[in-house]
C-alpha cells in the first residue's frame, strides 16, 4: 500500500498542511505529491511541461482535486482528465470548501468518482480525509491496464 501515490492539488497551504497531517494521523504514509494549479495537475497526469519524464510514471491512485484553483479550476482539470485516453478511468475525488449545489452537480456530470466537502473542524476534516485515504488506498479495486 505505500508505494502508491496520491496527487493532492490544492492551492491552500494551509488545507494541504491539515489533509497531511489528517493522513499521517491515520498511520497513511504513502507519498504525497502536491500540485499548486490546475495547469501543474494536467501536466502531471498527463507527463509533460515541467513533469514531463522520458517514461510516463504510473498515475496516482487517487487524485484529491480542489475546484478552486489558479490557471486551470478543478473542473477544467476534471474535464481534461476525462477526455484524455491515458487518465480516463484516473480515480478523482473532489475535495473543496465548496457547498454549491452546481459544483457537485457539475463534478458527478464531468465524472468525478467522489465529491467531499471539507469540513471546517480540524477533528471533523482529520476524520474525513482519514476514510478517504483507507477507501482508495486499501478497500478500492481499480480496473487494470484500461488505456
Known sequence: MHNKVILLVED???????????????????????????????????????????EALELPV????DIGLPKLSGLEVLKIIRENRRTRFQPVVILTSSDEERDRFRSYEIGANSFVRKPLDFTELADTVARLGVYWLAINEPPRNCT
Open 12 to 54: 491552500n497551504p494551509q488545507d494541504e498542511l491539515l489533509i497531511r497531517r489528517a493522513l499521517s494521523k491515520a498511520n497513511i504514509a504513502n507519498r504525497i505529491d502536491v500540485v499548486r494549479d490546475g495547469q501543474q495537475a494536467v501536466d502531471y497526469l498527463l507527463n509533460q511541461g515541467e513533469f514531463r519524464q522520458p
Open 62 to 65: 487517487v487524485v484529491l482535486l
